[in-house]
């Protein structure tokens, strides 16, 4: 620590070895004092979900005691695809405004419906 002593007074009198030696010896104290208080917390965290763990278990246990409840089958009704005018009317003029083109130069020719895999956070913030 003799480098280290000699930073609390004057770096003035170190030479630039000195300096970057010393620099490199608080450097690796610093990432040593990091890693042990990560290591305490690791532990302490361990502890704490084995020791809250059995807490959450036990009470667990006492929940499911209760009957289950009964299962629902649920109905997937399909939709039909329904050729309506106004729906193609419609994708017909977007597409022809996002091309800069009349709708004479467009045809629908068919219209599938996709289904929607967007998570509900995205859903909700869309709605916001």
């Known amino acids: 620590m003799g480098l280290i002593d000699k930073l609390k007074n004057s770096i003035d009198t170190m030479s630039m070895g000195e300096k970057l030696l010393a620099g490199l010896q608080v450097t690796a104290i610093g990432l040593v004092i990091v890693f042990i208080a990560l290591i305490v917390l690791y532990f302490g965290i361990q502890l704490m979900s084995k020791v809250l763990g059995?807490?959450?278990?036990?009470?667990?246990?006492?929940k499911t005691k209760v009957a289950p409840a009964p299962v629902v089958k649920e109905?997937?009704?399909?939709?039909?695809?329904?050729?309506?005018?106004?729906?193609?009317?419609?994708?017909?003029?977007?597409?022809?405004?996002?091309?800069?083109?009349?709708?004479?130069?467009?045809?629908?020719?068919?219209?599938?419906?996709?289904?929607?895999?967007?998570?509900?956070?995205?859903?909700a913030a869309r709605m916001n």
């Open 75 to 123: 109905e997937v009704v399909e939709e039909e695809v329904v050729d309506d005018g106004e729906l193609v009317a419609v994708i017909a003029a977007a597409v022809a405004a996002s091309l800069h083109t009349s709708t004479h130069n467009i045809v629908v020719r068919n219209i599938v419906r996709v289904g929607d895999d967007t998570p509900a956070w995205a859903k």
């Open 54 to 62: 059995n807490v959450d278990k036990k009470s667990a246990e006492k």
